[in-house]
């Protein structure tokens, strides 16, 4: 696995799903991926479908703790951690 090419893959899914008045390089890595403004609530459903389609997670097994899901660090730990590919 190789988490720079994985931040890209996010990074350009991410970027496809965001606010227009909000781009992704205007974030860093632990920022809150909903209080920046970057997405709304609703997109998180839209990040739990890439990363079961993009990296073979399986949420209804095991489920998730939306902690994982605010940040771009958090999401990258959770693939590192429970990918499939």
């Known amino acids: 696995m190789n988490l720079a090419a994985d931040r890209d893959e996010l990074l350009a899914f991410l970027d496809t ?32 479908l890439f990363l079961e389609q993009e990296f073979g997670i399986d949420f209804t097994a095991a489920g998730f703790d939306p902690d994982e899901l605010a940040s771009i660090a958090g999401i990258l730990d959770l693939i590192e951690r429970r990918s499939k590919r």
């Open 17 to 48: 799903i965001r606010r227009p008045q909000f781009p992704t390089d205007a974030i860093e890595d632990h920022d809150s991926l909903v209080e920046s403004g970057l997405i709304d609530s609703l997109a998180v459903l839209q990040i739990i």
